[in-house]
């Protein structure tokens, strides 16, 4: 049985481990069963405790955009390996990273280099909460933006109202500068600045937001974002922890059009390897320690083996075409999806954008978290372990996005769209 060694695993795991796990989507517990212990990976694969393959659309929840193992980013980590694995003092090769990245993302003067996408989102947070002298901030229901206090908050009872924690530990003193707006609802937006917009530092915004599955900002929406923010003098900050350099080179600033003041980063830029990033304008980022008074700080920040491992995935994703073909893969198995679906008789929704894609038990798109909360955990339990069985292993919760890799075949694409053909054939009915 293939799950032996998984849940000896897992049992062994949970003894020392909370939940047995270092994150908590990865327990399974959304989609019920023994999470899958990884051996190893390469190109779209991974293979379990017990050797069994799976087509991987986790990637790392985002970074391995060019699959698992890129000859170029394996040769870079090990030659930096050898030069040292830290050394708490400025190194070339970050100053390197912060131009590439400054190169391709032309909304940032500057960037400041961190180990995790909650330590840029927490410290992005700071930043403009220092610049601007103010103390509230915005963010929207179904956005996530890692664990810091402030963020773990979820919509008041009212219309703009201040947020309620959502975790044990944070008191409610810490989140009630936190607004939760319903993710493209322009009226709650509309009011929220009416009253608030003299105090608001920042809205934090996904603009593409991944973390309730796959759901855009209108362009309408995210344009009034742009705009109140401007007249009332808080700053748009993007996290664009899943989205950049995942949705397109540019990110979804790029896919957008619009100028943020502030973006956060993580994942891709990484390749795997703990690294994330925020940056924004000269007069803004020169706030931060030891030019000004904003305080951030990290022993590990810019980590010579995890920028060699950044550099090297974006010196490959930046080559010509690199999101064409990306897009058009992606592309082929969300139509793929849809057209098993269609034949199958399931209400079934998809989006993509790069290589970032989500799909609903929906007859049609979400525009805001309740809606996504709509689809029916049961049936998206059943989906995920039916393909799972067939070794097809997508994002262990219905909130969450998938992510296609260069390394993913068209052969990979095919046999994911018939696992889910069968899978579809024993849905649970509504
Ligand atoms: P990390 O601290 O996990 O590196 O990044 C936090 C974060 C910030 N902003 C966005 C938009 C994010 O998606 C994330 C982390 N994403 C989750 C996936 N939904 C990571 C997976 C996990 O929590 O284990």
Known sequence: MHQDLNAELFARAQKVIPGGVNSPVRAFKAVG????????????????????????YIGSWGPMILGHGHPAVLEAVQKAA????????PTERE???????????PSM???????????????????ARGATGRKHIIKFEGCYHGHADALLVKAGSG???????????????????TLVLEYNNLTQLEEAFALHGHDIACLMIEA????????????????????????????LLFDEVMTGFRVGLQGAQGVLGIKPDLTVMGKVIGGGMPLAAFGGPRAIMEQLAPMGPVYQAGTLSGNPVATACGLA?????????FYQALGAKTKRLVQGLQAAADAEGVPFCTESEGGMFGFFLLPELPQNYSQVMRS????????????????????????????????????DIDATIEAARVAFKTLPKE
């Not at 201040?162 to 044990?168: D, K």
């Open 33 to 56: 069963g023994t999470p899958r212990f990884i051996r190893r990976a390469e190109g779209a694969y991974f293979w379990d405790a017990d050797n069994k393959r799976y087509i991987d």
């Open 82 to 89: 050898l030069d040292g694995f830290s050394f708490g003092a």
């Open 95 to 105: 100053v390197e990273l912060a131009e590439q990245i400054l190169q391709l993302l």
């Open 109 to 127: 003067e500057m960037v400041r280099l961190v180990s995790s996408g909650t330590e840029a989102a927490m410290s992005a947070l700071r930043l």
């Open 159 to 177: 219309l703009a109202t201040f947020g309620n924690p959502t975790s044990a530990g944070v008191p409610p003193e810490v989140v009630q500068h």
């Open 208 to 235: 593409i937001a991944g973390n309730m599955n796959f759901v855009r900002a209108t362009p309408a929406f995210a344009k009034r974002c742009r705009e109140l923010c401007t007249q009332h003098g808080a700053l």
């Open 313 to 321: 995935t974006l010196r490959e994703i930046a080559k010509p075409g």
């Open 376 to 411: 029916s955990n049961p049936r998206f339990n059943h989906l995920f372990h039916g393909l799972l069985d067939q070794g097809v292993y997508i994002a262990p919760a219905l909130y969450e996005a998938g992510f296609v890799s260069a390394a993913h075949t068209d052969a």
